[in-house]
């Protein structure tokens, strides 16, 4: 009376049991209605299963590939919960595709819509209660940009969300949900559960946080809250399930990609001193500005006495561990003590995550390093003026000065625009904080960085942008259409200007977009080079 079952049928057995509800009902719409949104048949299953997410938690995450067409199962849950619902929808996206991707769609389906830009949501004067009263339909295109919970933006958006009707419906795009760690994934699809840790209890995670902590701790997978809130479907995935996809009688063809490897050499470029002294400088800046909590007159007294006390400098240590140390050291109680590592946590990992910033712009192109660092010395430079006054300027107010200067208002000298922000900043005590010891630092950081720049002020042989142009002047590439992407803006504009004016390229149109281009100028553009 008993049977032996193989691992294989076991396996079947227990994906059943697991999706057995779903079976049960036919994966189609209910009271289907047309649509003008035409879908290929792998997007039309990923729109159900989208909609099936979001009428059962108010939120989804669609995360498909690049390629796949996230754009259209957002615009499709659209026709549904916006024009069908008679809402207007609120599109969270880029400035660089607003008006080039999502303004014409949403005006060539007639969604009732409002654009706003990422950019315009960091802003600080940015009417978050007033959004939060008039949206009910929220997309997000690009929401790993919603990843820091520190950031002006992810505070914004979350009150747009959070405030007002509890029955909104929240679209999360992206092709890239986790970056750094798997707490980039948890905070966009904070924006969803409103954090609340407890929201996923009935899919069988009762404490979300610490689902997560436990993912990255353990290196494990998120299988239950992807399966919970997310659409995410890999191209290999679609051309396996879906070989004879079509979209209005039309078959679908993903071309194959042919790799081809340019092989340069940034000690070419730099010289192999310059290069080794660049990278070693910019690992060694102090960055002081970013971690003022590390000045604090109490720790440095306690590191002069008991030598260095360690703050996340050893592997794998647990919080708890610090905090005791800390309490030791310092003699504070462990709220205050706890609350103090959290602080210095986060600013020693936006020290680092700057330091990793630059030595990826060192990759990129000598242009854009030199403009960072620039900009990084005339900051440090304001710093430093700023704390001779008793003041504390942090780096968004030095960038809203910037934007000020930029803007050459009529009647306003620089120093007048200087001093008026000077005024405004906060107070640095001095009872509080090792006002010594940061001058010092920011000096040294300031004489590292000006001897740097000199030396990348002189005119130079560039080897990646040479094996550029040989590439783009070579027989294969004869006649052909060519992008060239670039993941910063100074580097692209370097670019350009340095293929523009080369005779080997003479004859060759040649134009870039990107977000100091104008919208209307930027949709032009890409119309001419793919009508």
């Keep these: 009376f008993t049977r032996v079952y193989s691992p294989y049928e076991i396996y079947i057995k227990v994906i059943y049991e697991a999706l057995r509800d779903r079976l049960d009902q036919e994966l189609e719409e209910r009271d289907a209605r047309p649509s003008p949104i035409a879908l290929a048949d792998f997007q039309h299953d990923g729109y159900l299963a989208a909609k099936e997410i979001l009428e059962s938690y108010g939120g989804v995450l669609i995360a498909d590939s690049v390629g796949l067409g996230k754009t259209y199962l957002a615009l499709r849950l659209l026709d549904d919960y916006a024009y069908r619902e008679r809402q207007t929808a609120l599109i969270v996206c880029p400035a660089a595709i607003r008006e080039t991707v999502w303004r014409p769609l949403l005006r060539q389906f007639a969604i009732p819509h409002e654009l706003v830009s990422m950019e315009e949501v960091s802003r600080r004067e940015f009417p978050a209660d007033e959004y939060a009263r008039r949206f009910q339909v929220i997309v997000v295109d690009e929401s790993h940009n919603f990843r820091n919970p520190r950031t002006n933006r992810w505070e914004t958006l979350f009150r747009v969300i959070a405030q007002g009707d509890s029955d909104k419906k929240v679209i999360l795009l992206t092709a890239t949900p986790v970056n750094n760690t798997v707490f980039d994934l948890y905070h966009q699809l904070c924006l969803i559960t409103r954090d609340d840790r407890r929201f996923l209890l009935v899919a069988g995670i009762p404490d979300l946080w610490e689902y997560f902590r436990r993912a990255e701790e353990n290196k494990e997978a998120l299988y239950e809250v992807l399966e919970a809130l997310a659409v995410r479907r890999s191209r290999q995935f679609i051309r396996q399930n879906y070989p004879e996809a079509e979209i209005d009688g039309q ?82 109680f462990r709220k205050e003590a706890h609350e103090f590592l959290m602080t210095v946590g986060r600013q020693t990992a936006l020290a680092h995550i700057l330091r990793v910033l630059y030595l990826k712009r060192l990759e990129s192109s000598v242009e854009a390093l030199r403009i960072s660092l620039h900009r990084l010395h005339g900051f440090l430079e304001r710093f430093l003026q700023a704390l001779e006054a008793g003041r504390l300027l942090k780096a968004e107010d030095y960038r809203r000065w910037l934007r000020m200067e930029g803007a050459d208002e009529e009647g ?49 042989p560039d080897d990646k942008l040479e094996a550029l142009k040989r590439l783009l002047a070579s027989e294969a590439l004869r006649g052909r259409k060519i992008v060239v992407f670039s993941y910063f803006k100074d580097t692209a504009r370097y670019l350009h200007r340095g293929l523009s004016g080369d005779p080997a390229l003479a004859g060759r149109r040649l134009d870039i977009v990107d977000s100091d281009v104008r919208p209307e100028e930027r949709t032009e553009r890409i119309r001419r080079f793919a009508p």
């Design 251 to 332: 078959q679908i063809r993903f071309p194959e990609r042919k790799l081809h490897t340019v092989r340069y050499s940034l000690k070419d470029t730099y010289g192999p001193d310059l290069y080794r002294r660049i990278a070693s400088t910019i690992e060694g800046l102090h960055l002081a500005p970013y971690q003022v909590e590390l000045y604090r007159k109490e720790l440095v007294e306690a590191r002069r006495r008991a030598g260095q006390i360690p703050l996340f400098e050893v592997p794998n240590e647990g919080e708890e561990s610090m905090t005791q140390r800390l309490q030791e050291a310092l003699g504070w």
């Design 412 to 460: 306003l000298e620089e120093e007048e625009g200087w001093e008026a922000l000077l005024a405004s900043l906060p107070e640095l005590p001095a009872d509080r904080y090792d006002l010594a010891g940061l001058r010092a630092a920011v000096e040294a950081d300031l004489k590292s960085l000006g001897e740097i720049l000199r030396e990348l002020e002189q005119d130079r």
